[in-house]
Nanobody, 120 residues
Framework: QVQLVESGGGLVQAGGSLRLSCAVS????????MGWYRQAPGKQRELVAT???????KYTDSVKGRFSISRDIGKNMVFLQMNSLKPEDTAIYYC??????????????WGHGTQVTVSS
């Protein structure tokens, strides 16, 4: 089992910055893909950013150039740096771990989320 705990959310003015943290209970080398998702009330959950075992990152178009995902392998931590925040970034942000088994079966783990609110 992989346990994930998010932190760092809060209230920020438009144009400001926040850094979200995800504490992972297991070595990041054992997880194929780490990601951040977000969900606003009344909207579908969307993928924000991912980082693979090899360090490759991907971002949804709406956050490209503003957000960056990173990791500290020694501390089993994953981060999401959010700059130039917009009101439309307001959502609950979830940390996700996608673990590939030896038989190629995927297992997903989720944190409980952290609220990000961006005011205008």
């Amino acid at each position: 089992q992989v346990q994930l705990v998010e932190s760092g959310g809060g209230l920020v003015q438009a144009g400001g910055s926040l850094r979200l943290s995800c504490a992972v209970s297991k070595n990041l080398f054992t997880i194929n893909i780490m990601g951040w998702y977000r969900q606003a009330p009344g909207k579908q959950r969307e993928l924000v950013a991912t980082i693979t075992y090899g360090g490759t990152t991907k971002y949804t178009d709406s956050v490209k150039g503003r957000f960056s995902i990173s990791r500290d392998i020694g501390k089993n931590m994953v981060f999401l740096q959010m700059n130039s925040l917009k009101p439309e970034d307001t959502a609950i942000y979830y940390c996700n771990a996608d673990k590939f088994r030896s038989d190629a079966t995927r297992v997903d783990y989720w944190g409980h989320g952290t609220q990000v609110t961006v005011s205008s």
